[in-house]
């Protein structure tokens, strides 16, 4: 069965540039979680959507960050527009039900200069 | 902001040797879980406890969750290469929260 993908795997960008992040949940899973991992803060939870609604955004930075999930099998993670800060790898996992027992994706590699 | 502490914050032994890693916080946590992250990939759950005083054995990892639910530990016995990785604890309050450590980095030197 195939695993939580994200696309793209590494992704460059000039600051003030959009970026757009993508993640396939596992089929069946009705959570998705979107984290940002960095030396500095560690893996910090950005949003959390259940059934396709965005049940907690408190740890989206700043409306330069918003996400969506038009249905079960696909979400976004829009940054616009981006700066050097946002360098980080970005997590996408999903779940059964509920923030229990994750499954991440192999995550992006976003690096903003 | 719940917060959970893993210590150390870095370990580095050699294969074959024994090492405990720590989770602790002031909250109280229905559930707690172990995830595993090697370089490059992302976080693979290993564990979850949910019962006070739980303990599980996963091969050579045991796992304990603390009587009062605001700790747990991990024991790698005989540790290999192959054990190497960031250790997250990752504990569940409520509904919708679900907390992470700040990791234990672990390398096992051949």
């Known amino acids: 069965d195939a695993g939580v993908i994200q696309s793209p795997r590494h992704e460059v960008t000039e600051m003030g540039q959009e970026v757009t992040l993508r993640c396939k949940p596992i089929?069946?899973?009705?959570?998705l979680f979107w984290y940002r991992q960095t030396m500095m803060r560690g893996l910090e939870l950005l949003i959390y959507?259940?059934?396709?609604?965005?049940?907690?955004d408190s740890g989206m930075p700043e409306d330069r960050f918003s996400a969506k999930m038009p249905n079960a099998s696909f979400s976004t993670l829009k940054i616009q527009p981006s700066e050097p800060r946002d360098s980080a790898v970005y997590f996408c996992?999903?779940?059964?039900?509920?923030?229990?027992?994750?499954?991440f994706g192999p995550g992006t590699r976003l690096t903003v200069t | 902001t719940q917060l959970l502490e893993q210590s150390p914050q870095f370990l580095s032994i050699q294969e074959g040797e024994n090492l405990t890693v720590y989770c602790n916080s002031s909250?109280?946590?229905?559930?707690l879980q172990w995830y595993r992250q090697e370089p490059g990939e992302g976080p693979v759950l290993l564990v979850t406890?949910?019962?006070?005083?739980e303990v599980k054995k996963l091969k050579r990892l045991t796992f304990q969750f603390g009587d009062a639910r605001k700790d747990s530990s991990l024991h790698i016995t005989a540790a290999q290469p192959g054990d190497t990785g960031l250790y997250l604890c990752a504990g569940k309050t409520g509904a919708n929260n679900l907390f992470f450590g700040t990791g234990t980095r672990l390398t096992v030197i051949p």
């Open positions: 089929s069946g899973h009705n959570s």
């Open positions: 996992a999903s779940s059964y039900a509920g923030p229990y027992e994750q499954y």
């Open positions: 406890v949910v019962t006070g005083g």
């Open positions: 959507f259940n059934n396709n609604v965005p049940i907690d």
């Open positions: 909250s109280v946590f229905s559930s």
